[in-house]
């Protein structure tokens, strides 16, 4: 099982930024998707999730500015990030697991069966 994220860059504040998450080697209609980032100096946090039923949860900080979608058909997951802003800085990072979207934006990922490789989003001036 592969996962592969893309999309990231560096955008002034108040641009925007796709995320693509990309799945190979299994199913993603059984999983959720979800979005973690990871500043410097900081622990991992959840950005947004959504389940396998299409249920979604967002950060409180990233609420109206940020969508998370799926497409089943094509084994892949987006974020759609409007409104950046510096503290959105982060090393951003897509995860496929079982289970319901409340836990794993709660749960800075523990019990994610699947992880993928980071993509880089600076928000500067």
């Known amino acids: 099982v592969q996962l592969q994220a893309s999309g990231g860059g560096s955008v002034q504040p108040g641009g925007s930024l796709r995320l693509s998450c990309e799945v190979s080697?299994?199913?993603?209609?059984?999983?959720?998707i979800a979005w973690y980032h990871q500043a410097p100096g900081k622990e991992r946090e959840g950005v947004s999730c959504?389940?396998?039923?299409?249920?979604?949860e967002y950060a409180d900080s990233v609420k109206g500015r940020f969508a998370i979608s799926r497409d089943n058909a094509k084994n892949m997951g987006y974020l759609q990030m409007n409104s950046l802003k510096p503290e959105d800085t982060a090393v951003y990072f897509c995860?496929?697991?079982?289970?319901?979207?409340?836990?794993?934006?709660?749960?800075?990922?523990?019990?994610?069966?699947?992880w993928g490789e980071g993509t880089q989003v600076t928000v500067s001036s």
């Open positions: 995860a496929a697991g079982r289970g319901g979207a409340y836990y794993f934006l709660r749960s800075a990922g523990n019990g994610m069966n699947y």
């Open positions: 959504i389940s396998a039923a299409g249920t979604t």
């Open positions: 080697g299994l199913s993603l209609r059984h999983y959720a």
